[in-house]
């Protein structure tokens, strides 16, 4: 049972534009919610992360915004840099369990 | 380098053989946690440490796999008779110990098993 999902297995964007990236979770427990972005041959690299009192959290070009009725959560990219190209993968976890639950990544590409 | 540190990058090894790998977590960091990645999937959730609490092996797959841990400072994970559904990257990630905290991760030892 997947309780973090990431239904988008790739996502192509031109440069400048915005990039959404999505996420969705099926245990009401969880009230933490980290993006964290993957190079090739590198570990994830934390990118930017929301609790469940916040319904949006901002730095920078990135902006995570929480549904907790839908259970869902976004991530935004704007502008959009070549850079931002690599796997994006939404993890989860609750207070009561310091573990995190890993969705399957989406890979951003972003086009010239 | 203030990150963690893995060790080695990349370890090539012959099946039926021992392999042990190694994190340098960030100092001052009382959690850390062992992660396995195979090609195209998700990560997985191996060993958990925090202080000096016992440690979570829930996510061990067999007995064949063991992790040690001195203190809040260096982890060793040790895969014993080496199969080929080993091979994967292995990843280490560390975290502070207080609540609402993000895990920051190595660049993973690449395991491949001959």
């Known amino acids: 049972d997947q309780q973090v999902k990431q239904n988008s297995p790739s996502l192509s964007v031109q440069e400048g534009r915005i990039s959404i990236l999505n996420c969705d979770y099926t245990?009401?427990?969880?009230?933490?919610f980290l993006w964290y972005k993957k190079y090739p041959a590198e570990g994830p690299t934390f990118l930017i992360s929301?609790?469940?009192i916040k319904d949006k959290n901002e730095d920078g070009r990135f902006t995570v915004f929480l549904n907790k009725s839908a259970k869902h959560l976004s991530l935004h990219i704007v502008p959009s840099q070549p850079g931002d190209s690599a796997v994006y993968f939404c993890?989860?976890?609750?207070?009561?369990?310091?573990?995190?639950?890993w969705g399957a990544g989406t890979k951003l590409i972003i086009k010239p | 380098g203030a990150g963690v540190s893995q060790s080695p990058s990349n370890k090539v090894t012959e099946k039926g053989k021992d392999v042990e790998l190694r994190c340098d977590p960030i100092?001052?960091?009382?959690?850390l946690y062992w992660y396995r990645q195979r090609l195209g999937q998700g990560l997985e959730f191996l060993i958990y440490?925090?202080?000096?609490?016992?440690?979570?092996k829930s996510g061990l797959p067999s007995d064949r796999f063991s992790a040690e841990r001195t203190g809040e400072s260096v982890s060793t994970l040790t895969i014993q008779r080496t199969q080929q559904e080993d091979s994967a990257v292995y990843l280490c990630?560390?975290?502070?110990?207080?609540?609402?905290?993000?895990?920051?991760f190595g660049d993973g030892t690449r395991l491949s098993i001959l």
């Open positions: 100092s001052g960091h009382t959690a």
């Open positions: 990630a560390s975290r502070l110990g207080a609540e609402y905290q993000p895990q920051h």
């Open positions: 929301i609790s469940s």
């Open positions: 245990n009401s427990m969880f009230d933490y």
């Open positions: 993890a989860a976890s609750a207070r009561s369990n310091y573990q995190l639950i």
């Open positions: 440490f925090q202080g000096n609490s016992a440690p979570d």
